[in-house]
């Protein structure tokens, strides 16, 4: 069978279990075995879909059109490897499994309890994820230790182990060894509170992963495994660094690989992390630099674009350059003179997507000024639409021209919903979403970027660009270079007079990678990087 590794946190919440989990799977993989990643989420929505950015943060895609927790965003990133719709899991979706069950008759003359029903369907999602000896499965368990909503992943895990074996699972706890200043000491009693609420549920951690924003010596550690019964060696000291992707190298330095394979019964291969390596020296020892601008309506909330800053951060490290992210609230600066003075040093403009009227007009004027200047631009999904918006009324002379997703009755609405959008009743799930194919027109900037002619992209989004307005958009300038379902739906934009003009419907940054950056932000980088130094 899989071997299995569940990841739980304790103590607060935002400690980086995603990017813990990621960085085992990395060296994991990097050993040589095939990993698969998976998340439990405890909310009960079905998925994060319906879920405001300000309170969940990013929704990631994946190629299959799920909508996932921002973690798979890491996982993608640090493994390399697609995942699916089976990578995440809620206990929405749980219950709605249980309760679709006990209404078709499954469980005819029992009552539906917790326990064994809701705990047999996290189990029966665990055990799905393979069916191959040589996989490693690695589960995170959302939420901390002590919320009563993820009692029930908890408990399954627990019951999962007992009948698995423990040379088939490993329990890594991560929690935090905080520093006092006042006192001038690490405090190790959060942490030993935390294992001890997961006793007490009948889980015995593995493995401590001990975030601290200083580094910890022996005695802390000795401290820390006589009360939480964990091994001296098990803990492991996660000293906070400057750089995500020097976590992988921080846990092998401490030998936790080793470990874990010892305890799975497998082998410990070799392991060679030069290249991420070279993407971290590139990270902390630029030769150049860069000033990139993101214009969004969520920017107090910056994990809302946390795949797009991702992407930015792997454009930038190809080119050794430091990447100076400015994040510009879309609702504040919406006069020309404010645009000005905010957006004066910047070498790109990159507008990202999102929902709702809220911060449109500043996004129009934003990407107007981008045009006029000669500004490197880079519209993701609104931004598209926000460029034909703008160019519209700008260069074609449509001055009523928007959205019918902001104004149904707007006298020209060059972005309109899509048709199999018309009578939606469900909001959740039911979007254009995952992976669509795109065709690129020859001798575009979109096909220099690619160097392909047929490419696939992942999408999120309900309006789209309106097709009768195709002729007077190419006749005043602008190169519809992507198009996809025979010409059907319009995906790329670009301006050819300008030095780096492009929009693109879908959401290239859901697939760009540290070692293997997405091809339009390292060239929208590489554009904006030649403005900075002309």
């Given at each position: 069978m899989a071997k299995h590794i569940f990841v739980m946190g304790g103590v607060l919440s935002s400690l980086g279990k995603g990017i813990a989990s990621s960085s085992i799977g990395v060296l994991m993989k990097e050993m040589g075995y095939n990993v698969i990643m998976q998340k439990f989420d405890p909310y009960i929505n079905v998925d994060p879909g319906t879920m405001s950015p300000f309170q969940h943060g990013e929704v990631f895609v994946t190629d299959d059109g799920a909508e996932t927790d921002l973690d798979l965003g890491h996982y993608e990133r640090f493994i390399g490897t697609p995942l699916s719709r089976n990578s995440n899991a809620t206990t929405g979706q749980i219950y709605e499994k249980v309760i679709w069950k006990e209404r078709h008759g499954d469980y005819l003359g029992k009552t539906v309890q917790v326990i064994p029903h809701i705990t047999n369907e996290i189990k029966s999602r665990i055990r799905s994820m393979s069916d191959n000896k040589d996989d490693i499965?690695?589960?995170?368990?959302?939420?901390?230790?002590?919320?009563?909503?993820?009692?029930?992943?908890?408990?399954?895990?627990?019951?999962?182990?007992?009948?698995?074996?423990?040379?088939?699972?490993?329990?890594?706890?991560?929690?935090?060894?905080?520093?006092?200043?006042?006192?001038?000491?690490?405090?190790?009693?959060?942490?030993?509170?935390?294992?001890?609420?997961?006793?007490?549920?009948?889980?015995?951690?593995?493995?401590?992963?001990?975030?601290?924003?200083?580094?910890?010596?022996?005695?802390?550690?000795?401290?820390?495994?006589?009360?939480?019964?964990?091994?001296?060696?098990?803990?492991?000291?996660?000293?906070?660094?400057?750089?995500?992707?020097?976590?992988?190298?921080?846990?092998?330095?401490?030998?936790?690989?080793?470990?874990?394979?010892?305890?799975?019964?497998?082998?410990?291969?070799?392991?060679?992390?030069?290249?991420?390596?070279?993407?971290?020296?590139?990270?902390?020892?630029?030769?150049?630099e860069v000033n990139i601008a993101v214009c969004g309506k969520y920017v107090e909330h910056r994990d809302a674009y946390k795949s797009v800053e991702a992407a930015l951060i792997h454009g930038a490290a190809a080119f050794k350059a430091k990447l100076n992210i400015h994040w510009v609230d879309s609702e504040k600066i919406n006069t020309a003179a404010k645009i000005k003075e905010t957006l004066s040093n910047a070498d790109g403009i990159l507008v990202p997507g999102g929902f709702g009227i809220r911060g449109i007009n500043g996004k129009i004027n934003i990407t107007r000024y981008a045009r006029e200047n000669n500004i490197p631009f880079f519209g993701i999904c609104l931004g598209m639409q926000v460029a034909v918006i703008e160019f519209a009324k700008h260069i074609c002379g449509l001055d009523d021209a928007y959205s019918t997703e902001f104004d149904e009755n707007c006298e020209h609405p060059v972005i309109t919903l899509l048709d199999d959008q018309q009578d939606i009743e469900f909001m959740g799930g039911t979007m254009r979403l995952g992976a669509w194919p795109c065709d690129i027109k020859p001798k575009t900037l979109a096909h220099k970027i690619y160097k392909e002619n047929h490419i696939s992209e992942r999408h999120r989004h309900r309006y789209e660009f309106n097709n009768d307005y195709k002729e007077t958009f190419i006749r005043n300038g602008m190169t519809l270079s992507g198009s996809s379902m025979k010409e059907i739906f319009c995906e790329i934009v670009e301006l050819p007079s300008h030095p780096f003009f492009i929009g693109v419907q879908f959401h290239p940054e859901f697939k760009s990678r540290p070692m293997t950056p997405h091809p339009i932000f390292k060239a929208f980088v590489e554009a904006s990087i030649k403005k900075h130094y002309k």
């Open positions: 499965v690695i589960t995170e368990i959302g939420g901390t230790v002590g919320d009563i909503e993820s009692l029930p992943f908890l408990e399954a895990v627990r019951q999962f182990r007992l009948t698995e074996g423990p040379q088939n699972c490993v329990f890594v706890f991560l929690t935090y060894v905080p520093y006092i200043k006042a006192a001038e000491e690490l405090k190790t009693k959060p942490t030993q509170h935390a294992a001890t609420k997961l006793r007490e549920i009948g889980i015995q951690p593995d493995f401590l992963l001990c975030r601290s924003e200083q580094p910890f010596k022996n005695d802390i550690k000795e401290k820390i495994a006589l009360f939480t019964n964990v091994p001296k060696e098990h803990v492991i000291n996660a000293v906070d660094v400057k750089v995500l992707y020097e976590v992988p190298r921080v846990y092998m330095q401490e030998g936790l690989h080793k470990m874990i394979c010892k305890q799975l019964h497998i082998p410990v291969k070799q392991i060679d992390l030069s290249a991420w390596d070279e993407v971290i020296d590139n990270i902390k020892n630029p030769d150049k």
